[in-house]
């Protein structure tokens, strides 16, 4: 028998912004509690909201194991790790003050624009302890911004996005990011020449591989991957992980939801191109016998699942302009594309721009990427990066070449 | 019942919330979940900001509602405020689902329930199924310091089966789900399960590639709701004129927008996933016309759109949880009835398309919907199953496009998925209309 206990508080301040005015302040602190006990092969969850009873926890997950619900029981070694990420970004008063000044000075560099959505300050602990001895402790923190924004008298809901997470607050950067977005929208272009060029999008197009990834999936010969895991099946720059690094991700937990941390924090479902594993949770992976990515997830008082926080492309270069030599297109925003049961992909492009020698030069028409799956990530994959273009937060760029149609 | 203070506006909204949820995985149980959650969302404005705050301990909505008092500043003429005016004052009690409460079902039933009919959905192309039971029954409080004094009920329940289909070098995953209000609603025929096997078999073993371009395109019923929840209703939202009055001029009510043969409709009284009797701001629902006959004649609002706006209470402000605050959202969106048939609407298109059923949509300047089954159309009749990535156009052209309706409307709910709107997903929603041929799609 093995028993798990989760606790997470979430913290959450909330600016909600209305035509560059913060509008609201939204206060949420939350509590959640998960008692999990494992035996004979079965599970049985329970969870509650608030101040946790245990004990009762404890009763009622017990009587849960007479649903019969497959799990293995795994067991591990004692381990005692507590990470603190939190940063100071804000003293709580200077909070409305900072955005609210910042707001009014992206609406004075940017008057065609109206700015609105969320500005948020959260902070989280999260722990995980089992009977085998394992006790894990993870505090973090971010600012969390994510603009609307709109050409006045555009009949758009919106016309850009700009967000970023960070461990602080940089208003230089942020109005230095915004204002290269909105002069670049503001000179419309006619479309590129080329059928064929280079993109710089944000990972749009992985998930669609990624579905096709899930254990579940593959193994049941319902992927288009399927007899790949060990083989080589994309470009050899390409290695996606499961990155947990308390130093790399930003208020993210080192350990999945089942207690698992990988060595080093990161573990590759694609490296250099080569297929490792799987999407699997401790269940899929004893199911069908294959290594652990170790990226549960679980509602609070549900059973673990597979997952896909922290999924993370490595960094094939230090800046943009290593990876674009000349023209690209700078992807902003796409608009629900798809995959046909062939791998095709068609992607449709709201919002470009024409980049070249790191600069965004223009405002392109609106067009379609088209694409192959496997063409996409293997030959055309070119590289990522998450520097060189924007300098608030860590955004990936994620380049590649493809097909672009329906030029507008 | 609750302190409400002089010199603030101030609501609280209350959500005692039943689920249910039954996962099974290629027939074995993943999942046996039922959830009690009882929140309150409390809400206090004083004419220049809005203060927020949430809890899941409602004995505790008093000190809540005290400590935002705290951050915001009296105003004596809070009342005259042009939000604070258009807010309704009702005093009602509306509980629909009690007597069928999704509750008083045995567990037990609803697990056999989604277990047999997970049973009957076999086929030898079908690598991998997932089944899903789900139930919510939410009873809801409504105070506010104007005096409105509501309590209403909402209930859905529905089962849900996702199959991953395999031949050669192909996959292909499609859903099959039905939504009701009563539980005693949800059993399948052997004749629909089979349909259903059936054509999903025709289609991994027959789908051909499409030759990208544009085409004349009838929609399903199902896909006409989705084109009409992500071309229009979203542009029909008010808040996102607010501040821009160039806009406002731009949406200028009479303005035409689409084809004359168009009609939308949006309300929130239909029983199904978008039943809304009341907004989360305590305003009855009503009907609004977006478009009709090509022509805007409505829009969606808050009290504060309204207020902006100059325009009346729509009962459209919701939340998709007590963690939240309302914001401008559809109900039940649909294209009304025409008059044509489905025959007639096919038979004039010699090469076309015809949309079955979709994966999913969404829509800004440019809509897009991602069809699952989708059939040729060749000399006015349907004709073999083909491979469609996306639908795209822009959606003021298309809405001009729309050259025939048909006269099978059908009003649709879901219990898996919803809409998302900027931080607040999923939202549960209904929507629907006729089958309707639009003379002219991108298709890839």
Not at chain 1, 297 to 308: E, I, L
């Amino acid at each position: 028998m093995k028993t798990e206990k989760l606790v997470s508080k979430k913290s959450n301040r909330c600016l909600n912004v209305v035509a560059n005015q913060v509008e609201s302040l939204r206060i949420n602190n939350s509590k959640q509690n998960t008692f999990r006990i494992y035996d004979n092969g079965f599970i049985g969850v329970d969870g509650s909201l608030g101040e946790a009873d245990w004990e009762q926890l404890e009763q009622s997950a017990k009587a849960k194991l007479a649903q019969g619900i497959d799990y293995p029981e795994t067991h591990s070694k004692q381990r005692v790790l507590t990470v603190d990420a939190t940063k100071h970004i804000f003293d709580e008063k200077d909070f409305i003050p900072a955005v609210q000044y910042l707001l009014d000075r992206l609406g004075a560099e940017n008057p065609q624009f109206l700015f609105s959505n969320k500005v948020q300050l959260n902070s989280s602990e999260d722990s995980y302890e089992n009977s085998d001895g394992e006790r894990y402790l993870y505090r973090g923190n971010q600012f969390l911004l994510s603009l609307a924004i709109k050409l006045k008298g555009s009949p758009n809901i919106m016309d850009e996005g700009y967000g970023a997470e960070s461990l602080d607050f940089d208003e230089d950067a942020i109005c230095r990011d915004v204002k290269l977005i909105c002069d670049a929208f503001l000179n419309k272009l006619p479309h590129v020449e080329e059928d064929e060029v280079t993109v710089i999008g944000g990972g749009e197009p992985l998930q669609y591989a990624i579905q096709h990834l899930i254990a579940d999936l593959y193994f049941n010969n319902a992927s288009l991957f399927a007899d790949e895991l060990g083989q080589k099946l994309f470009n050899d720059k390409l290695s996606i992980t499961i990155n947990r690094n308390p130093a790399e991700q930003i208020n993210l937990p080192f350990f999945d939801a089942e207690g698992v941390v990988n060595e080093g924090y990161v573990n590759y479902l694609v490296k250099n191109g080569v297929l490792e594993r799987l999407l699997t949770c401790k269940k899929s992976a004893a199911q069908y016998d294959t290594p652990n990515l170790g990226c549960a997830g679980a509602a609070y008082n549900g059973v673990p699942n597979v997952g896909a926080e922290g999924l993370d492309v490595q960094n094939t270069a230090t800046d943009l302009c290593e990876l674009v030599k000349g023209k690209a297109v700078f992807v902003s925003d796409t608009g629900g594309g798809d995959m046909t049961p062939s791998g095709d992909i068609s992607m449709p492009v709201m919002t470009a721009y024409l980049f070249e020698n790191g600069k965004l030069l223009g405002r392109l028409p609106e067009f379609v990427i088209s694409a192959n799956i496997f063409q996409l990530l293997g030959d055309d994959f070119v590289g990522v990066t998450d520097s060189g273009l924007f300098k608030f937060g860590k955004q990936k760029h994620f380049v590649y070449k493809a097909k672009i149609v329906n030029k507008a | 019942m609750y302190e409400f203070k002089k010199g603030f506006y101030s609501d609280v909204r209350i959500e005692d919330r039943f689920s249910t949820q039954i996962r099974l995985q290629n027939g074995q149980l993943h999942e046996a979940k039922v959830t009690t959650e009882k929140k309150a969302f409390v809400r206090v404005f004083d004419g220049k900001m809005w203060y927020y705050t949430s809890t899941d301990d409602v004995s505790s909505v008093q000190q809540a509602l005290n400590e935002l008092y705290a951050y915001a500043h009296s105003d004596k003429n809070i009342d005259r405020n042009p939000i604070v005016s258009r807010y309704q004052t009702n005093k009602d009690v509306k509980i629909v689902f009690a007597e069928h409460c999704v509750k008083d079902v045995p567990f037990e039933e609803k697990l056999k329930l989604v277990s047999e009919t997970d049973a009957k959905l076999t086929s030898s192309l079908c690598n991998y199924k997932s089944a899903q039971y789900l139930d919510r029954y939410s009873l809801y409080e409504f105070y506010s310091s104007k005096g409105a004094d509501i309590k209403y009920d909402f209930q859905t329940c529905g089962i849900a089966y996702g199959l991953a289909f395999a031949h050669g070098e192909d996959t292909m995953q499609e859903q099959l789900s039905k939504a009701r209000t009563e539980f005693s609603q949800l059993n399948y025929s052997d004749e629909e399960l089979h349909d259903f096997i059936s054509r999903c078999e025709d289609f991994i073993l027959n789908a051909k590639p499409v030759q990208a371009g544009s085409y004349p395109v009838v929609l399903a019923p199902i896909v006409t709701g989705v084109f009409a929840h992500e071309s229009f209703g979203h542009k029909s939202e008010s808040d996102f004129m607010l501040g821009d009055e160039a806009m406002a001029k731009e949406w200028t009510l009479g303005k035409k927008v689409g084809s004359d043969i168009l009609t939308i409709r949006e309300s929130g009284v239909f029983q199904g996933s978008g039943y809304v009797p009341y907004d989360d701001e305590g305003t009855a629902a009503t009907d609004t016309y977006l478009i009709k006959n090509g022509v805007l004649t409505g829009r969606l609002h808050s009290a504060a759109t309204a207020a902006a706006l100059n325009e009346q209470l729509t009962g459209n402000a919701r939340a998709i949880s007590c963690d939240y605050e309302p914001i401008v959202r559809m109900t039940t969106t649909f294209v009304e009835s025409g008059d044509s048939t489905f025959e007639q609407l096919i038979a004039p298109i010699k090469h076309g398309y015809y949309i079955y059923d979709f994966k999913h949509g969404s829509g800004m300047s440019t809509f897009t919907i991602a069809p699952n089954l989708a059939y040729e159309i060749v000399d006015g009749k349907v004709a073999g199953p083909v491979k469609i990535a996306v639908l795209t156009g822009n959606v003021f052209e298309t809405l001009g496009l729309i050259d025939g309706v048909g006269n099978d409307r059908q009003i649709l709910s879901f219990v898996t998925g919803g809409c998302g709107k900027m931080e607040q997903y999923p939202l549960n929603v209904g929507l629907g209309g006729p089958h309707i041929r639009v003379s002219k799609m991108n298709v890839q």
